[in-house]
């Protein structure tokens, strides 16, 4: 069983940034892939990013390439997301997910265990 919870999000201007933390609990947490997802109200559950059990491979929603970076440090239990140029249509809550597997996927059904979800909003 693995717990996670998220933190760091909040309210910010377009072209800010924020760092979303979340921290697991459980022994097993280094051979989790690790994933955040977000979803918007009235729409749904969407990819954002993903990062192999290892760090050594990750993966990007298109519509965050290039501005959103993904990273884990086993030794803390912990998956960040830091997330640079924000835009409003970045608002969102953001889900940190865990899956018993050592490589990502970009599918909700694939993860196993969520946190309760951490609320970004980016003012225009």
């Known amino acids: 069983q693995v717990q996670l919870v998220e933190s760091g999000g909040g309210l910010v201007q377009a072209g800010g940034s924020l760092r979303l933390s979340c921290a697991a609990s459980?022994?097993?947490?280094?051979?989790?892939?690790m994933g955040w997802f977000r979803q918007a109200p009235g729409k749904e559950r969407e990819f954002v990013a993903a990062?192999?059990?290892?760090?050594?491979?990750?993966f990007y929603a298109n519509s965050v390439k290039g501005r959103f970076t993904i990273s884990r440090d086993n030794a803390k239990n912990t998956v960040s997301l830091q997330m640079n140029s924000l835009k409003p249509e970045d608002t969102a809550v953001y889900y940190c997910?865990?899956?018993?597997?050592?490589?990502?996927?970009?599918?909700?059904?694939?993860?196993?265990?969520w946190g309760q979800g951490t609320q970004v909003t980016v003012s225009s």
């Open positions: 997910a865990a899956r018993r597997q050592l490589a990502w996927s970009i599918y909700v059904s694939d993860y196993d265990y």
């Open positions: 459980g022994r097993t947490f280094s051979s989790y892939a």
């Open positions: 990062i192999r059990w290892s760090g050594g491979s990750t």
